[in-house]
Each structure stands twice: as C-alpha cells, then as structure tokens.
T-cell receptor, first 116, second 111 residues
C-alpha cells in the first residue's frame, strides 16, 4: 500500500522555538496533503490542506502565520510551527492522497510535539 | 456544517462477544472511512465505503453504509484482545477530500 513518512517522530523544544515537521509520500505522488492535530484522547482536527505548488488552505480558526505549510514537490510537504508555545504541544499527523491513493487518505506515523 | 457522531465512545467487551459501533453524519457525503488507532500511533485505514449498501469485511470486522439514513456501522464478530484500539469513522466533506472525524470509539476487549 501507499506509505507516508513523517520526520521527526518526536520533538521537544523550548517556548519561542520554531519547529519544522516533514511529511513524505514514499511510493506515490501526493497531489494533496493534509495536516491534522490531535490532542490527547481527542479526535483529529483538520488544520490545512496543501496542494503541490500552491498555497495551503487553512481551516477556520487555524493561524496561517503560526502554522506555515509548504508543499514544494509531489512527495514532500512541511509544517513549520512558528515560535511554538506550550499550547501548541500536540500530536501532528499528515496524510496524503494521490494517483495511487485516490480512494483514501494514507496517514503518516505522526509527530509528537512538546513545547516546554 | 458536517457533523459526525459516533457511539458508543467507550466500549468494553469480553472476548468472543459481538458488538456494533455506529457512525451518523449530518449531510450527504460520497465517502465514509473507518480507521483504527493504537495508543501513541497514527491511523490505519480499515475500510472505505463509497456507495449506498456497501459492505466490506476484513477478518472480524465488517463495515456497512446506508447513505439514505446517513449511517455506517462497524460490526465486531467474536472479539479478540488484539482488536483493542480506538476506532474512528470519517466522512468526506462534500467531495473535497477533506475529512471530518467522529470522536472515536475506544474499544477494550477483555479476556
């Protein structure tokens, strides 16, 4: 099946630091990638949708200047949490769809962010 | 606004028993998905249901979709401990590929 990787899997940083999370589709071209966040024991909330070569579309209430998304190629999207604060601590999960994975979204393994 | 409701949110059952998880959604949608999440892990795709009356089965899990009732069910047959996980349904938001998730059902299968 289609494989999506994320890096890093876990990051701990100080408040005020910017953190970059990478999402890669390993064996297919991802025309669209999605970024979700999940708080402990809660469901997934869609943050933004990113299409290769164009600006990301953010969901209502998500600060685009805080969560910077770049989808530079058909296999890579990045999420940068700018000047992270403790309330940004969460589990961030990306997913991707593409020509091989058009019937479902394939999810990456997630990145756990802890901001101290 | 599309809303997705799952019930129950918590389910504790004994091995060997059968049970059903329900997923209701509020507006017409083309696709419904079921995912499994183990603690600390990401989501694993279980089923994609694309049309009214669709039924899919994999091992002890069977999913069905009734688009007229806006209802999907995930039926567990003869549960085993390995099925313990959180199960999410998600609905495609009007063909946009954006997914709206239910709150999840935490299933615990006891020996």
């Amino acid at each position: 099946g289609a494989v999506v990787s994320q890096h890093p899997s876990r990051v701990i940083c100080k408040s005020g630091t910017s953190v970059k999370i990478e999402c890669r589709s390993l064996d297919f071209q991802a025309t669209t990638m999605f970024w979700y966040r999940q708080f402990p024991k809660q469901s997934l909330m869609l943050m933004a949708t990113s299409n290769e070569g164009s600006k990301a579309t953010y969901e209502q209430g998500v600060e685009k200047d805080k969560f910077l998304i770049n989808h530079a190629s058909l296999t890579l999207s990045t999420l940068t949490v700018a000047s992270a604060h403790p309330e940004d601590s969460s589990f961030y999960i990306c997913s991707a769809t593409g020509t091989r994975a058009r019937e479902t979204q394939y999810f990456g393994p997630g990145t756990r962010l802890l901001v101290l | 606004e599309l809303k997705v409701e799952q019930n129950p949110l918590f389910l504790s059952m004994q091995e060997g028993k059968n049970y059903t998880i329900y997923c209701n959604y509020s507006t017409t949608s083309d696709r419904l998905y079921w995912y499994r999440q183990d603690p600390g892990k990401s989501l694993e795709s279980l089923f994609v249901l694309l049309s009214n009356g669709a039924v899919k089965q994999e091992g002890r899990l069977m999913a069905s979709l009734d688009t007229k009732a806006r209802l999907s069910t995930l039926h567990i047959t003869a549960a085993v401990h390995d099925l313990s996980a959180t199960y999410f349904c998600a609905v495609d938001k009007g063909g946009s590929e954006k997914l709206v998730f239910g709150k999840g059902t935490k299933l615990t299968v006891n020996p």
